[in-house]
């Protein structure tokens, strides 16, 4: 797994906050298959590769403000808050921030990419819903998000009919829990282990993928909207079948599979079916609609482990190859206490020149058959 290759290393300067930015002491990290996605280099060929080595990995974190910089004005020192770096914000070559950099003691993020968190909310019940959350969010109500193409995503109503691939994954329990509360007819896929929670978060048909295909299953059921959280074709042919399941007009939305998708853009047999690849667009609007709903007890994000900080690398390991139901967390602040929580006042706590402990990414590390 390209995570082998990282090293938890101190010192680490402690990043600066600039314009609009803040400076977090980071409670909890989610390890997301994005971080594992830009470690091995996968997102090079699509825009989104890393122009500085070495960095700290980790998009997704929740903690508490320990400054801010000029210009901040909607959070400010002693805020607990979540917060997403963005595969797209922090990987941009003009980016004053990142890449990533949650696996580590503090991070910086701007402020229009994190959203205060209530009191009544615990941070390990948010750390792990940014990325998770928005993809989920953006692919059913598009929300403030797109295709990579810049194409309007879902718009689902009462009624309509959705297909999540990969139910147990940290978007696909999501995007169930989403879609019931608007009313949809939900079907999803998971291992067998996890059948009885998808039928508890009210899933109204859940396909066990190891003992059926759910094309066969689902065949000229016509759904709306079919979202990918698995990979789940690899080829043309594979992705011909989804009209069988797919109405027309129908939107099949993945947040992967990107260079199947560009072959079909190509196909002229298919045109009647709209096929979008899309990466959630981190932004206070949309988090902050997740962040309500789970403060009203709408929605829940599961966690399958809460990992301490040194082992960031079995983290990522876990929500790639293993069989995590919901999300994969690390623990800042845990038994293994790499840092205490700060007592931070107003006025903000000085860190400029002083050093911290975090994992680093000195290279690419592709994945290994």
């Keep these: 797994h390209p995570a082998e290759e990282l090293s938890c290393v101190e010192p680490v300067p402690v990043p600066s906050p600039g314009q609009g930015q803040a400076l977090v002491q980071v409670h909890f990290a989610s390890a997301d298959p994005m971080d594992s996605n830009l470690i091995s280099g996968t997102y090079f060929s699509y825009r989104f590769p890393v122009w500085r080595f070495p960095y700290v990995p980790g998009f997704d974190a929740a903690g508490v403000v320990v400054s801010v910089g000029p210009g901040s004005t909607k959070v400010k020192a002693g805020d607990r808050v979540v917060l997403s770096m963005g595969v797209v914000e922090s990987c941009a070559k003009e980016a004053t921030f990142g890449p990533a950099g949650a696996f580590a003691e503090y991070c910086v993020c701007p402020e229009s990419q994190m959203v205060k968190v209530p009191d009544e909310v615990e941070l390990s019940q948010v750390a792990g819903l940014p990325l998770a959350g928005l993809t989920a969010y953006q692919a059913l109500f598009t929300g403030r998000g797109s295709s990579t193409k810049g194409e309007v995503l879902g718009d689902i109503s009462e009624n309509s009919k959705v297909l999540v691939l990969g139910g147990n994954h940290g978007p696909g329990h999501l995007a169930v829990q989403m879609a019931k509360m ?188």
Aim: net charge negative; charged share 25%; aromatic share 10%.
């Design 182 to 369: 608007k009313g949809a007819h939900v079907i999803t896929t998971v291992p067998p282990s996890c059948i009885d929670w998808m039928i508890q978060l009210g899933a109204d048909r859940v396909i066990n993928f190891r003992e059926e295909s759910w094309v066969q299953e689902l065949v000229g059921q016509d759904f709306d909207l079919i979202l990918d959280f698995v990979s789940w074709a690899r080829s043309l042919p594979e992705m011909g079948k989804v009209s069988e399941v797919l109405r027309e007009r129908g939107q099949y939305i993945s947040n992967s599979n990107w260079e199947v998708f560009d072959l079909l853009k190509a196909s002229s047999g298919m045109c009647n079916r709209f096929f979008k690849a899309m990466i959630p667009k981190v932004n206070s609007d949309d988090l902050n609609t997740l962040v309500e709903w789970v403060a009203d007890k709408k929605l829940e994000v599961f966690i399958d482990q809460i990992c301490p900080f040194s082992e960031v690398r079995h983290a990522l390991r876990e929500c790639i190859v293993g069989q995590s139901c919901g999300k994969v967390l690390v623990d800042h602040l845990g038994a293994e206490n790499i840092s205490k929580p700060m007592r931070v006042t107003d006025r903000g706590v000085k860190l400029s020149g002083k050093t911290m402990k975090g994992w680093l990414c000195h290279r690419y590390n592709p994945y290994s058959e």
